[in-house]
T-cell receptor, first 114, second 114 residues
Framework: DAGVTQSPTHLIKTRGQQVTLRCSPK?????VSWYQQALGQGPQFIFQ???????QRGNFPDRFSGHQFPNYSSELNVNALLLGDSALYLC?????????????FGPGTRLLVL | AQSVAQPEDQVNVAEGNPLTVKCTYS??????LFWYVQYPNRGLQFLLK??????LVKGSYGFEAEFNKSQTSFHLKKPSALVSDSALYFC????????????FGRGTSLIVHP
């Protein structure tokens, strides 16, 4: 039973570029959330996708956008990269979008913006 | 608004001794509380959660946590620490009503000395 997978594992970009990160949820899960974890900080919620729609959004600018595909996998897109976007980006999945659900996290994608 | 505080950046304990990692929270409504562990260059792994019922929650790897409503705390404990428990620990809270965006603490680094 594959857990949550993310690609790529590491990425280096320059300011102003655009980046796409990918996530495949755990088998049987249809809800995907994305988090940004800056160095020395806890994860911060970016948004959640369920039934191919953005359901909840944290305090992130519109430069951060996403998509969910019919197979429940998801992408996180960040436009006009800033140095402050350097972080570990985590994807988490749950069987459904409820508050009580345990989230299963992927290993993350480490993004460095130069 | 909801918030989580992990007052200790680092906790040091000798192997075989009991350990406690502290977490306090603030929410409007009933909290759902979670503990996760993060090993270097890895995503977060679920340890345990409190939703309702018994205030003492038992989780993975011998960890437990006690929900204390009057002190708004959810401290993580283990009777006998192992060197392999050394990692970063995160407390998270969701509220039972309204937005279910989770809030994570900044994390506590647990170091278990042989």
């Amino acid at each position: 039973d594959a857990g949550v997978t993310q690609s790529p594992t590491h990425l280096i970009k320059t300011r102003g570029q655009q980046v796409t990160l990918r996530c495949s949820p755990k088998s049987g899960h249809d809800t995907v959330s994305w988090y940004q974890q800056a160095l020395g900080q806890g994860p911060q919620f970016i948004f959640q996708y369920y039934e191919e729609e953005e359901r909840q959004r944290g305090n992130f600018p519109d430069r951060f956008s996403g998509h969910q595909f019919p197979n429940y996998s998801s992408e996180l897109n960040v436009n006009a990269l800033l140095l402050g976007d350097s972080a570990l980006y985590l994807c988490a999945s749950t069987p459904r979008p409820g508050r009580q659900e345990t989230q299963y996290f992927g290993p993350g994608t480490r993004l460095l913006v130069l | 608004a909801q918030s989580v505080a992990q007052p200790e950046d680092q906790v040091n304990v000798a192997e075989g001794n009991p350990l406690t990692v502290k977490c306090t929270y603030s929410v409007s409504g009933n909290p759902y509380l979670f503990w996760y562990v993060q090993y270097p260059n890895r995503g977060l792994q679920f340890l345990l959660k409190y939703i309702t019922g018994d205030n003492l929650v038992k989780g993975s790897y011998g960890f437990e946590a006690e929900f204390n409503k009057s002190q708004t705390s959810f401290h993580l404990k283990k009777p006998s620490a192992l060197v392999s428990d050394s990692a970063l620990y995160f407390c998270a809270v969701r509220v039972s009503g309204g937005s279910y965006i989770p809030t994570f603490g900044r994390g506590t680094s647990l170091i278990v000395h042989p």
